[in-house]
């Protein structure tokens, strides 16, 4: 993938400069906090794009049995764990000057929490096994079982109660008003730029893991 | 006292400095740290992909 890594710096730049720069809403409470939207909420978006794509090649290792794609499987799932626990301690910096402490009761918060700790588990499982083929197909069966238990954990659980975070609690079809234009120039770029990291990083993991298996 | 005056008379004064960084409550200077702590993490990120590189043609 030629593209990944200057569209990456491009856009992470970007986001860098115009984050900082560009004019956004005033709002009571969240005042310039609001800029950590750009940062926050990627890390979010990165760590569910490569839990996706790692459950997929946990699917497809199950399906044909390549020991590459329990490697890559491995790979996704580690790198977007990482990006998971930024976005926790991220959130919980903001959460701290604009909801008054570092950890609430806040479902999506205590949901996001546990998904991680599922993933946690995945790799202590995957430690405990020594051969290398029955240890690539528990792991997948689980990997696949805790991606699909992180989406109503993380996505639906939130929207049944009452949730601080926006979009919550109620219709998702509302988010429309939630943010405005001017957050939405830097927040996409933003996003895809951090999974684009999340990429690169990964594609340099997984060239080190090739090495080590060798 | 002279050294009182002398300020006063610095600060009544308006001075031409390098301003573009101050402006905006100077936070510029925030994105030109942030931007070489992220320049700094792709050229790290991208030196040790090269070392990889170079690690795999050896074996």
Redesign the interface.
Known sequence: MRFIKPLCILLLTYTFTAGYLFEVPALPILNETIRALYLHVPMWFTMIFLLLLSSFHSYRYVSNGDILHDMKSYNFAHIGVYFGILGLLTGMVWARYTWGTFWTNDPKLNGSAIGLLIYFGYFILRSSIDDESKRGKISSVYNVFSFSMLIPLIFILPRLTDSLHPGNGGNPGFNVYDMNSQLRLVFYPAVVGFILLGLWISEIRLKMLKLNQK | MMFNFFTLFILLQDVAMADAMRS?GK??V??VI??II??SL?LY??R??KK??S??KN?
Do not use: A, D, G, R
């Open positions: 905006n936070i510029f925030v994105v942030s931007l992220l320049f792709f990120l991208y040790i992909e990889i590189e690690i795999k074996k």
